[in-house]
């Protein structure tokens, strides 16, 4: 495709002067428009309307069937009968436009026949059983993934809704990127007929979302021509001073590119390597960041050298000779063909010097590989086509090159995504990542992981939510922290817990650089929050008994709850009930002194506390010889004949995620009441909790020590001690 198509409200661009632009004529949509309209529908006779498409269809596949793009044209010339574009041309003359850009680049048959249908569902009375039946399933597919969903059901999540959809499609069938892809070009060609804001509006979707996509699916034909078109839209100063330079550069004199290209045909003539050269004007967005890096332009920056030969070894062949004959610029020269890019490019990169100082870049590929430069997946063909054996793995499953790494990665990524406005900045930040490494896994397998991108990445790309027991990593044999960048060809192996509770840290997402990780773990920190936050929704004051009154505790602290670090959190769980008597004062209330928790058969004393409420605390109690010296009245106490009791006991354990899940399930299965649990910040990876329970009888208090111990992680549980005065 050529990248000199613009917005027509903004300038035109213009081409070089001499051999070094190809132009293509531009569809007159108007003429167009009246051979859609009036043109002979005669069943044995192809409509005029599509006779371009026809032509350059059969340049590609010159036996194709023609007879399923008549029939798809009479049903959507039809079906859009009356129905206008804001330009003034009929509808028709729209789905006609994308499908003959569709034809240009090779698309077979059935993508052809969808692209003259794609609207028809969205905007006419055509039904997808209608196209089915008509067509067959895979253009019914098609036609649907390419479909927008209604506004009046989505409203604001419309749009992100519908490119969710495309992007599920697409994972089954790319063909319905291609033509979405088409789409938009054909739209930003007659975008000069909208408003200026809904123009910018477009046009920052089609920079933010399409373009990165054209890239990744390897489409340079509508890439470039897209950027060119956003370019003209959102930076119209930039783009006028662009299209002066290439003005400028098309009225001088002599063309240096012209003379180097005929100084590689004659070396590489006699060198008896048959090649096609030719030039490559850059396009608009390509001049542009070339004058930014370098300042002011020379003719060689104008443009590229493209080296067109018929085998693999030829490329190397064209290196071998440029290198010996002409002076090479070392550090500019990239094989993308020994090891190809993500998204299909295969090519040599070389750039040589010429006497005066200027540097010509020089592609070198085959005629396939600038076929699959061009139009990317477009050129694969029919993915639903019987697979050809080297297209095979040898387990007899077809290896699809239509389905690339990265798009499995947000297939994956997109289902977690919790709603549209997650999915919607996910995915542009997601497509703003430009270039994709592999790393190698310790069982010969790979990851693809796009540049940035570190351990924790490879471990949720590894493992997926299992990733969470992730405790480390070996990159290149060596222990390297989760945050360590990873290069291109890194070797890794991920060191993995045997806990299958464990939870992430919420350092890692620091570290997290593609979507998967980062909505893998946010997900997980929002569950454990959630549960965090119920817990402290109990939380209170909860009664009088709930805190020591002023002189009846002698250590009320800070506490926290899971998570173990951060700041100190306390956490009630319920009522408490005692089965204590004061003597002489059998209606006198009592409650048991949290600093103590005494419970039968403890020696125990009371003293009176603020509301006529006797507190009891165990005789060897710091706090007794306090309160005593303090002229406290003492009153008598003992247990009655209830065999329920109160107790505080402290575990302390090694930290690890859902301890203290665990650690209240098995005091809940002992069939204990949790009063208050406070967990105290770790130190040196070792943690204490501390419990106030209510037992139903004293005697389950060994067994309820016990199953604590037993809990993983748990070294010890005890009675908390009195507490010294003072503190």
Known sequence: MSADATNPAAPGPVAPAGPRRRARPRIDLRRLGRAAVLGPTARDRLPDAIGHVAEAHRAHFPEADLEPLRRAYVLAESSHRGQMRKSGEPYITHPLAVTLILAELGAETTTLTASLLHDTVEDTDVTLDQVREQFGEEVRYIVDGVTKLEKVDYGAAAEPETFRKMLVATGSDVRVMSIKLADRLHNMRTLGVMRPDKQARIAKVTRDVLIPLAERLGVQALKTELEDLVFAILHPEEYAHTRELIAENAGRPGD???EVAEQVRGVLREADVPAEVLIRPRHFVSVHRVSRKRGRLRGCDFGRLLVLVNEDADCYAVLGELHTCMTPVVSEFKDFIA??????????HTAVAREDGQVIEVLIRTHQMHKAAEAGVVALGNPYAPPAEEHTTSDGERADPTRPGWLSRLLEWQRAAPDSDTFW??????????REITV???DGGTLGLPEGATCVDAAYAQYGEDAHACIGARVNGRLATLSTVLKDGDSVQLLMGQDPAS????????????PAARIAIQRRLATRQSAVDR??????????????????????????TVPA?????RTAFGPRTVSVVVAGRPDTAARLAGCCTPVPPDGITGFA??????????????????MRSAGRAEFGVHWGETTACRVTLLAESFGRPHLLADLTEAIALEGVEIISATVAPPAQQRVRHTYTLQLPDAAGLPALMRAMRSVPGVYDVSRTQPQPPGL
């Not at 090891?339 to 040599?348: E, G």
């Not at 996910?426 to 990542?433: C, G, I, K, V």
């Open 256 to 258: 240096p590119l012209t």
């Open 339 to 348: 090891v190809p890019k993500f998204n299909l490019y295969q090519s040599l």
């Open 503 to 514: 939870e992430p840290s919420r350092e890692w997402l620091d570290h997290a650089h593609t």
């Open 535 to 560: 817990a402290q929704d109990a939380v209170g004051d909860a009664d009088a008994d709930a805190a020591p009154a002023a002189g009846d505790s002698a250590h009320a602290s800070s506490a926290a």
């Open 565 to 569: 670090a951060g700041p100190a959190v």
């Open 609 to 626: 506390v603020r509301g006529g409420v006797v507190t009891v605390h165990r005789l060897e109690c710091a706090a007794v010889a306090r």
């Open 425 to 434: 900045s996910t995915l542009r930040e997601d497509l703003a990542q430009d």
């Open 440 to 442: 190698f896994r310790p």
